[in-house]
T-cell receptor, first 116, second 114 residues
């Protein structure tokens, strides 16, 4: 089983609909991140969280919200989806402790969202 | 602010050629970390290497090598004797200790032709 799991993996929705992407991890990491990937734009940070009470906006947070329900769960919501939110979304985690703080991100397999 | 620039959008090489992917970063922080990730056609993101700002030693792992030069703010990635399986999008990323935000470049698509 994957250490970082994203659901759904694929979703097609219509403009104006609310959609939630969920991320859960079994790595025991404190830090969690949401990125979106668009062709030619790389990965852009939407939101990140260092613990349940610490939520921070990334580069492109407009139109998105997040919820850190528990250390292991970090959800991304699009309250009213629009076509330019069509993208591949990745959840990631990283360690916060010791020598590996600042270590690599561990990514989920991605959630492909299409907004019609 | 932090920034990562991967000026090469796409590179095509013939199998067995060597290829270098460029990465230039910007930060005023003195403690930071640099990364390379590979994204094969299957879409997952595969971690390749992490370097901290105090370790400028170059690293070699099989056919892969990395050249970190603080003087030019570059962290370049070379694949020696490329193979078709190296075809992927490669991302360079930067994280600073002060924020632990990870900023990615726009990626370089490498195509290795048989």
């Amino acid at each position: 089983d994957a250490d970082v799991t994203q659901t759904p993996r694929n979703r097609i929705t219509k403009t104006g609909k609310r959609i939630m992407l969920e991320c859960s991890q079994t790595k025991g990491h404190d830090r969690m991140y949401w990125y979106r990937q668009d062709p030619g734009l790389g990965l852009r940070l939407i939101y990140y969280s260092f613990d349940v009470k610490d939520i921070n906006k990334g580069e492109i947070s407009d139109g998105y919200s997040v919820s850190r329900q528990a250390q292991a769960k970090f959800s991304l919501s699009l309250e009213s989806a629009i076509p330019n939110q069509t993208a591949l979304y990745f959840c990631a985690t990283s360690r916060a402790d010791g020598a590996r703080a600042g270590g690599e991100l561990f990514f989920g397999e991605g959630s492909r969202l299409t907004v019609l | 602010a932090q920034k990562v620039t991967q000026a090469q959008t796409e590179i095509s090489v013939v199998e067995k050629e060597d290829v270098t992917l460029d990465c230039v970063y910007e930060t005023r922080d003195t403690t930071y970390y640099l990364f390379w990730y590979k994204q094969p056609p299957s879409g997952e993101l595969v971690f390749l290497i992490r370097r901290n700002s105090f370790d400028e030693q170059n690293e070699i792992s099989g056919r892969y090598s990395w050249n970190f030069q603080k003087s030019t703010s570059s962290f370049n990635f070379t694949i020696t004797a490329s193979q078709v399986v190296d075809s992927a999008v490669y991302f360079c990323a930067l994280s600073v200790k002060r924020t632990y935000k990870y900023i990615f470049g726009t990626g370089t698509r490498l195509k290795v032709l048989a």
